[in-house]
């Protein structure tokens, strides 16, 4: 039974593609889920969904959709972004205290409000567990904190494990991580049998910050099922800097900003793609405009599906310079589709391009248009990450993942999967 707020074509972030991925990963791997959202997806195009996608899963309320062993179904209980802070997301609640019912499934209290945002985590998990009393399932796996609440009913009454997917906390959000949001991850970690990262990274806040053991904490790096036809990137006369992510301060998209300008003064036919929204834009436009830049940035907004493509096979180089990262899809994506690739020290896609990439601190805008611009000039730079890169992604697959959480499934539920080879694992 695995818990969510975003699946392809409603996506407003990379989580709803790491989920996307790692179910399709687990139906190779002959595992049976049930994927449970909090609002219907319309059979029209929602905000943030691929309309050309025609491998979408596409449904009306109350919805629930089949596609061989994997079910999706909704239990219609909108629920806000999951990528705002608490404090981002107290902004646009209504503060009158915490209601008793949370008090009273534990979800617990914390400073701050009610309003829409925890009424609606609420009759989520209200309506998850209606739906799990009719439902038979071994394990229940819960992607971030909104479903942590769903996820601890639901145990309660079914007695299940759960297993807590961390694909990002509190920490990466906001800098004074003490509110509600923190209160939930806390508890949800500490109520699972085991919490899965999506890296290393997370895996250190998870000990340092939510107090759970290492022996109950597992890094499942995500993946990516890499283009049939990868992209064979050349330098041009034009030179395209590609910033693809949240506008968001977690984001650093000032810093890309900052960092192109050295490069615009460096290199005069260079051009910079800042592809992506957030609460940053407006911010992000004043920053290029201040700068000097303002015609050499293009900000073509959300892109989808065959666009996010032509995005990347336009780039001469991608640049994620992330505050905090906790992995990072879009690096994989862009070096799969054979771009260059500078990542921020502070992202777990990092540990997967080892060798494929060139890390930077996020804030070293002169170290990163150094950078940036040593890929644009000397084409063996280049051809060398991008060479790397392409062995590093061909083994962090979907299926690898999907492959280490039926372990973890195993492991949970006391089945034990000992001395069956990896190999074998896809037939569990």
Same mark, same amino acid.
């Given at each position: ?242 910033? &693809?992510? %949240?506008?968001? @301060? ?8 900052? $960092? =192109? /300008?050295?490069?615009?003064? !460096? *290199? ?116 060398? &990450?991008? %060479?790397?890169? @392409? ?8 299926? $690898? =993942? /999907?492959?280490?959480?039926? !372990? *973890? ?20």
């Amino acid at each position: 039974l695995m818990l969510g707020w975003e699946f392809p074509p409603f996506i407003s972030g990379g989580l709803g593609t790491a989920c996307r991925g790692l179910t399709e990963g687990l139906k190779r791997a002959d595992a049976r889920v049930l994927f449970v959202l909090p609002r219907a997806i319309d059979a029209g195009a929602p905000p943030g969904s691929d309309p050309n996608d025609a491998a979408s899963i596409r449904y009306a309320s109350p919805g629930r959709r089949r596609i061989d062993r994997v079910v999706v179904a909704a239990v219609s209980s909108a629920i806000a972004s999951p990528y705002l802070s608490d404090h981002e997301t107290a902004e646009r609640e209504t503060f009158s205290g915490t209601p008793s019912s949370l008090r009273v499934m534990g979800v617990g209290a914390g400073e701050g409000y009610d309003g829409d945002l925890l009424a609606k985590i609420q009759a989520y998990a209200q309506r998850c567990v209606q739906l799990a009393r009719r439902e038979l399932f071994d394990v229940i796996h819960a992607h971030d904190w909104m479903t942590y609440p769903a996820a601890m009913a639901i145990s309660a009454v079914s007695g299940r494990p759960i297993v807590a997917h961390v694909h990002a906390t509190e920490y990466d959000r906001s800098s004074d991580p003490t509110g509600t949001i923190y209160d939930i991850e806390r508890r949800g970690m500490q109520a699972a049998a085991r919490v899965v990262t999506v890296s290393r990274h997370t895996r250190d806040i998870v000990l340092e910050r939510y107090g759970v053991p290492g022996d109950r904490v597992t890094v499942v790096h995500n993946g990516i099922d890499a283009p049939a036809a990868p992209h064979r990137h050349t330098n041009g006369h034009d030179p395209t800097v590609l910033f &693809l992510g %949240r506008v968001t @301060r977690q984001k650093g998209p000032r810093f890309f900003i900052r $960092a =192109a /300008a050295r490069v615009a003064a !460096r *290199i005069p036919a260079a051009r910079f793609v800042v592809a992506g929204a957030g609460d940053e834009m407006n911010a992000t436009v004043t920053l290029a405009r201040e700068l000097g830049i303002s015609d050499r940035v293009t900000f073509p907004g959300f892109l989808h599906g065959a666009d996010v493509d032509r995005a990347y096979d336009g780039a001469s180089v991608y640049v994620m310079p992330s505050v905090s990262e906790p992995f990072g899809l879009t690096a994989l994506e862009a070096a799969s589709r054979g771009v260059p690739v500078i990542v921020s020290n502070t992202s777990g896609a990092a540990e997967v391009l080892v060798n494929g990439s060139l890390k930077v601190d996020y804030w070293d805008v002169d170290a990163m248009a150094r950078m940036i611009t040593a890929v644009i000039t000397k084409p063996g730079l280049g051809e060398s &990450l991008v %060479r790397e890169s @392409r062995r590093e992604v061909a083994s962090a697959t979907w299926d $690898a =993942a /999907a492959h280490r959480c039926v !372990r *973890i499934y195993h492991e949970v539920t006391g089945r034990s999967a000992a001395g069956v080879p990896d190999a074998m694992l896809a037939g569990v």
